[in-house]
């Protein structure tokens, strides 16, 4: 079982603003950045925010990240339907001596 | 552009071994510590075992500890999952991802993945 929680489902509309948090503890969100990962279905993830907040390039502006204290959240402003995939947050846990993900979120654009 | 190819998926017997490799390129390997990460059918991602650049450090979450070892050849710009004693819980879609630096953990860790290979351990 993750160390790291999320809802297991978010949804909206288009142009809908949706959030997704991921809550952790001291050992792990609380000391550590947390990176945040699209996987569409039937691929591989993608690397969507890494160290909290930062974009890699080619990932639109309408994604953002933030963190405060164990837990972290990722918006996307502006939903678009090829949003629709499951997204998961990870850090490093300095407990375990490992990375750790979250349990996943399901976003549906209705 | 960085590409990550998994291989070495497959059926495997209860008990049984299977050694999964990842090639890379597109990028320096030898700068870069590397990660397997996987997912069981229809749940979440996993984190398996990370190796730093050089190989000198590497981590297993617990539940593979003893039966899984992680390892890279440089040279052949490769890595390599060895499994052991593998149980019905490890079926599932193991891929090979990129951290961002040198050393684990690193700020963009799992920056690239591949496609994935299929492990499955029927009961």
């Known amino acids: 079982q993750s160390v790291l929680t999320q809802p297991p489902s978010a949804s909206g509309t288009p142009g809908q603003r949706v959030t997704i948090s991921c809550s952790g503890s001291?050992?792990?969100?609380?000391?550590?950045?947390v990176n945040w990962f699209q996987q569409l279905p039937g691929t591989a993830p993608k690397l969507l925010i890494y160290?909290?907040?930062q974009r890699p390039s080619g990932v639109p502006d309408r994604f953002s990240g933030s963190k405060s204290g164990t837990s972290a959240s990722l918006t996307i402003s502006g939903l678009q339907s090829e949003d629709e995939a499951d997204y998961y947050c990870?850090?490093?846990?300095?407990?375990?001596?490992?990375?750790?993900f979250g349990t996943g979120t399901k976003v549906t654009v209705l | 552009e960085v590409q990550l190819v998994e291989s070495g998926g497959g059926l495997a017997k209860p008990g049984g071994s299977l050694r999964l490799s990842c090639a890379a390129s597109?990028?320096?390997?030898?700068?870069?510590?590397m990660n397997w990460v996987r997912q069981a059918p229809g749940k979440g991602l996993e984190w398996v075992s990370s190796?730093?650049?050089?190989?000198?450090?590497?981590y297993y979450a617990d539940s593979m500890k003893g039966r899984f070892t992680i390892s890279r050849d440089n040279a052949k710009k490769s890595l390599y999952l060895q499994m052991n004693s593998l149980t019905v819980d490890d079926t599932a879609v193991y891929y090979c991802?990129?951290?961002?630096?040198?050393?684990?953990?690193?700020?963009?860790?799992?920056?690239?993945w591949g496609q994935g290979t299929l492990v499955t351990v029927p009961s």
């Open positions: 991802a990129r951290d961002g630096g040198r050393f684990v953990p690193a700020a963009m860790s799992f920056d690239s």
């Open positions: 597109g990028f320096t390997f030898s700068s870069y510590s």
């Open positions: 190796i730093s650049s050089t190989g000198t450090y590497i």
């Open positions: 001291s050992s792990n969100i609380g000391s550590n950045t």
């Open positions: 160290s909290n907040n």
């Open positions: 990870a850090t490093w846990d300095d407990s375990l001596s490992g990375y750790v």
